[in-house]
Each structure stands twice: as C-alpha cells, then as structure tokens.
C-alpha cells in the first residue's frame, strides 16, 4: 500500500472511531426514575447520564426528570418520546444549542442558565422558542400539541404562522395541517379539546414531579379528578420501583435556577 493510502485509510478510520463518541456526549443526568424510563432502548436509573441523539422513552406509568449541562430541567411524563437532537456546548455552564424533538406524549420545561434563543422544541404540529420560561407540552395522536406557559415567554409557530404566549397559564392548541390557535386561559376543557384526561399530567396532578420541578401556577385552577390509590386509612402507598433522591428542598414551589 502506498504511504499516501496508508494516511488516507488511517484518517478513515480514525473518523469512523469519533462518530459514535460524538453521539455519546453527555447532555445531562436523570434526577428522578419512577417505573420504567429508557434512553436508545437500555433502562435509564437514578443519576444515569443521557447523550445527545438519544430517544428517551417511558412506561405508561413512567416519570422521568432530567438535569442538562446548563442547568435546564426536563421532566418526561407517561407514555413519551423524546429525541435529544442537538446539544452544542459553548462552556461550562452554556449551550450554543439545545434542541429536543418531542414525537408523543407529556413534558415540563424549565430554561437553564442559556440564551433564550439556543432552545428549541420541537414538535408535529411546529416548532416552540422558549424565552427564559417554564412550560407544558403536550404531544397526541396525529401529531394534536398543546403547550402550557407557566412561566415567562414563548412561542409557538405552525403552519399558519407564529403565536405568542406571553400570560401564566396561557395555552395554544396545534395540529400538523390546521396549524397553531390563537393562546387562551387553560381550564379542564382542554382535556375534551385533546380528547383525553390523561394529557397534561403534572397540571391535573395525576403525576406528580418532585418540588424542583413544580411552579406558583397550583396547576393553573386544574386540579385532577383522579384519585390517587391509598392504603387504609388514607396513606399513599408508594411504587417499590421508583428511584430517587430523598427530597432535600426548602418546601417552596417556585424554582431557583
């Protein structure tokens, strides 16, 4: 072989070797695994890390909360999937870029430490640029997206255009071919417009996130007509199989990035 090829062939392969250590970067860390949550098929664990390009996917009882490089807290709720499509770092604390594609199912945002402008969600229905917020997203059969503002600014862009939810407790309502509707007050209709009880879990409050994760809303007025199961006498029976941290917070419901 001449030397030239044997650079060429060398370089080759050294190419190849990188791409899967690309696509194992990590992008953050699970801080809440309640049933089953796995990341690209393997089951994800409390403190597991999760890699760019990789699908994270739950249960029909799943829960799972993550923590991103920059600060940036995810929470996937029952049924869902999620792509982490892009994560480009700009230091320790910042990204340039962090995209997530959300194909079905539920899911709390709140922004890290970042620029506004380097998230991005998407979704069947169109794309969300969030602003330093907080929000619920909701993703149904035929691509059906609802998304929730609990904090802050955002917006949501369909096929018809753009609009903003700028007032706590906004929501918007999208489909891929009839595009985004105009933002109005979320009540419990929304579930009759989504055509089930089971969207939006952390508002109704028929999953419940770890304090962290919750904000002042008190569910903007949607409190769950759902019992939670119980011992007698009332005691919550606990699931043998969640994993998580013992909840070390201040009691408070707002969020301290």
Sequence with gaps: MQPSRRIATAAASMMLM????????????ATLVKTRVTGNGAVIDYMAPVHRNERIQTSKTGLGEFLFRDGTKFAVGWNSSVVIDEFVFNDSKTVQKLSLNAARGT????????K???????????TLGVRGTALDI??????LTAIVLLEGAAQFCGSNGC???????????ATPSGG???????????????????ALPFLSGDQT??????RVTRGCGMSSA????????????????????????????????
């Design 138 to 143: 909701y993703v149904g059969a035929g691509g």
């Design 209 to 214: 996130l770890s304090r962290k994760f919750r």
């Design 107 to 114: 899911f709390r945002w709140i922004s890290g430490q970042s």
């Design 18 to 29: 990188a791409v899967p250590a690309l696509a194992q970067e990590k992008v953050g860390e």
């Design 163 to 173: 609009q903003d939810l700028t007032r706590q407790c906004d929501v918007v309502v």
């Design 226 to 257: 759902l019992q939670k199961r119980t011992e007698p006498g009332g005691a919550s029976r606990p699931d043998p199989r969640d994993r998580q941290p013992p909840d070390d917070d201040d009691g408070g419901n707002t969020f301290n990035p």
């Design 116 to 126: 506004s402008s380097a998230y991005q969600i998407n979704t069947p229905a169109g």
């Design 180 to 198: 985004v509707q105009s933002p109005e007050t979320v009540n419990r209709n929304i579930f009759n417009v989504l055509g089930t009880p089971r």
